[in-house]
């Protein structure tokens, strides 16, 4: 319930599960929570995150260049209230 209750309110932010065989459906999580709350992680070698950090975008390549980089790097830096410029 509180899970709804944040999505609702655009409060949920997902780093989605690239381990192999356990992997998120990126289509589907971007159709439901939107490009806005998707970010990248790189914790590797935890399963949110990749050896080649980079790697992560060929994840993305189909969605536009405006999402990828959302997700790649605007998102984090709205998480976190800051600007590179």
């Known amino acids: ?6 999505m609702r309110l655009g409060l ?17 999580l ?8 998707v970010v990248f992680g790189s914790d590797w070698p935890h399963g949110e995150g990749v050896a080649e950090p980079m790697d992560f975008a060929k994840e993305l390549s189909g969605f536009t260049g405006a999402e990828v980089h959302r997700i790649m790097r ?11 410029g």
């Open 30 to 37: 971007i159709d439901v929570l939107g490009a806005d709350h």
């Open 74 to 84: 605007d998102n984090c830096l709205e998480l976190l209230g800051a600007s590179l």
């Open 12 to 28: 949920l932010y997902v780093a989605p599960f690239l381990d192999r065989g356990h992997e998120a459906p990126l289509d589907q």
């Open 1 to 6: 319930m509180l899970c709804m209750s944040a």
